[in-house]
């Protein structure tokens, strides 16, 4: 059996649904035989275990554990959906405040464990600001550490090629920027329709302007969506895409849809968030956003949206000011 790398894989919340399916997804595409389950929640953690092993693989050296120093060490590679859901009655500061704990102790993990860990992807929510505090008390390089923000612009495609009634494949650049949520910033610039430009589109009758608005909004709430359908949060779209991004970076086929990355440019200083960026086996590249005048000004407002959830996490005292970030991380300009 023919494996994309020796190098050993850590997934990070095995025990979850996301987490289980990026082990599984992992397998199918032979990335590595090394793959490691690490969860504290042991029992379910042995249960996808056992699952992974029932399923027949060749070549593939599954282990699993609920020790962090065991799973980390040696690791060159790790996907972590280890953050905690937000439940009835949390408020979105409750569910930021621990998670940014679970954020703070995992950076602090790789710098113990891995120091030699080639690439980190961080899922859990909010991503833009876990994976932040992730990179900065790691020690890594901006390069080293994305989070996963290529949902939104596929959800953009998925809901294009349904109004079109026309294959995915036919919307073709689809992308949001910034954040995640509410604030994301939804371009149309950048797409194509059936090799139409989408700009173009909106505001005829084959995409009244109203129409469009509506779609952005679908776009916006698409894991809700999936939450009202299903009755529980989005789990196999978020795990295919990370481990295309972990694939990418272990030297596969680059991914080429936005991440979220560290970004300090002049224009948006000291933040994670969703750019225009290629990942390959060196990392996270980082490309100009172009737009028009409107798309700059949302993604200005997202980018000033998680400067505001950054602050919040930095008056917590998960983090220091910014002004002391490369004392933290001498990566870190």
């Known amino acids: 059996m023919e494996f994309l790398s020796q190098d050993k894989l850590v997934i990070s919340g095995s025990a979850g649904m996301i987490g289980s399916n990026m082990a599984q997804t992992a397998a199918m595409m032979h990335l590595t035989p090394n793959i490691c389950l690490y969860d504290p929640y042991e029992p379910a953690l042995k249960g996808v275990y056992e699952e992974l092993m029932h399923c027949g693989f060749e070549g593939m050296n599954f282990t699993f554990t609920s020790d962090i120093k065991e799973a980390f060490t040696g690791a060159k590679y790790i996907v972590s959906s280890g953050g905690a859901a937000r439940k009835a009655g949390m408020t979105r500061e409750d569910l930021l405040k621990g998670n940014a704990a679970i954020a703070e102790q995992l950076g602090?993990?790789?710098?113990?464990?891995?120091?030699?860990?080639?690439?980190?992807?961080?899922?859990?929510?909010?991503?833009?600001?876990?994976?932040?505090?992730?990179?900065?008390?790691?020690?890594?390089?901006?390069?080293?550490?994305?989070?996963?923000?290529?949902?939104?612009?596929?959800?953009?495609?998925?809901?294009?090629?349904?109004?079109?009634?026309i294959s995915p494949d036919e919307v073709v650049n689809s992308r949001t920027y910034g954040g995640h949520g509410e604030q994301m910033a939804v371009f149309a610039s950048t797409t194509t329709v059936d090799g139409q430009p989408l700009s173009q589109i909106i505001g005829t009758k084959a995409l009244p302007e109203q129409e469009w608005e509506q779609m952005k909004q679908r776009v916006i709430q698409g894991g809700k969506n999936i939450i009202d359908l299903r009755g529980r949060s989005s789990f196999q779209s978020p795990a295919y895409l990370s481990i295309e991004m972990i694939a990418a970076a272990m030297g596969g086929k680059p991914f080429t849809w936005p991440v979220g990355t560290y970004v300090d440019n002049g224009t948006y200083d000291h933040i994670m968030m969703a750019m225009e960026t290629t990942l390959d086996k060196n990392g996270v590249t980082v490309h100009p956003v172009n737009g028009t005048p409107e798309e700059r000004k949302e993604l200005d407002q997202s980018y000033h949206h998680l400067c505001k959830l950054r602050d919040e996490v930095i008056e917590m005292g998960v983090l220091p000011p910014v002004k002391d970030w490369h004392d933290l991380n001498p990566n870190i300009k």
């Open 108 to 165: 602090k993990d790789i710098r113990a464990y891995c120091p030699d860990v080639k690439h980190v992807v961080v899922i859990f929510n909010p991503a833009d600001i876990t994976g932040l505090i992730t990179l900065l008390y790691s020690g890594l390089k901006p390069s080293q550490v994305s989070t996963l923000a290529a949902l939104d612009s596929t959800r953009l495609r998925s809901e294009l090629a349904k109004y079109f009634h």
